[in-house]
């Protein structure tokens, strides 16, 4: 009782408690939000083929609490699954901006990472980690189910650790990946893409 400040309602005895220390629930949040990943997927290329299988009866991933979500501000894991140019780089960040914290990146395949296959063309984002956090990466061409589902492992363990913090990065360093995003894209991009969204959010 002693982290807590007990409050009672004259009118209609009602009692309710005020939390003081919100620190002492935070391993039970950590474990609760590992045990149901929403997961919006960005399936940009090739990766996206690797998702069906998850949720077959081999992997199943549901069994983990774990199911596809089309609604990023319903979503809280957000898998970039193939190459990124710069058009779709809009609309990750946008998408991942919509998203409410906390929030998980999983970089799927080589590509997200050093632009993969694509690594001396033009139009293809080399490092997506320069754009939004990424808390996993998976490498491979295309990386198989089960390193998928080993990456979205490794997620859940940082997350009951308190190791997967990209949202806090995001949030501390914002000038930096704003910085980066303006270098690609010019300033004022968020704006232009918002009179586009607008009749859509």
């Not at 010019?186 to 893409?193: D, I, Y």
Request: aromatic share 14%; hydrophobic share 40%.
């Amino acid at each position: 009782m002693s982290e807590m400040n007990e409050m009672r309602n004259e009118n209609d005895g009602i009692i309710s408690y005020e939390l003081k220390e919100f620190k002492l629930f935070e391993p039970l949040f950590r474990w609760a939000r590992k045990k149901s990943l929403w997961i919006v997927a960005f399936c940009t290329g090739c990766g996206g083929i690797e998702m069906p299988p998850l949720a077959t009866a081999r992997y199943d991933f549901e069994r983990f609490g774990i199911m596809p979500n089309p609604a990023p501000r319903m979503a809280d894991l957000f898998l970039i699954t193939g190459y990124v140019t710069p058009k779709t780089l809009k609309r990750i960040i946008i998408t991942y901006e919509m998203m409410q914290d906390p929030k998980y990146v999983l970089a799927h395949g080589s590509c997200p990472i050093n632009g993969g296959v694509y690594w001396d063309s033009y139009n293809v984002v080399k490092q997506l980690d320069k754009y939004i956090p990424i808390d996993v990466a998976i490498a491979g061409c295309m990386p198989r189910p089960e390193a998928v589902m080993d990456g979205i492992m490794e997620i859940m363990r940082k997350i009951e650790s308190g190791e997967a913090d990209g949202w806090k990065r995001y949030r501390e360093n914002y000038e930096y990946y704003k910085k980066n995003q303006d270098e690609l894209f010019g300033e004022g991009w968020r704006e232009k893409e918002a009179k586009r969204w607008l009749a859509w959010i």
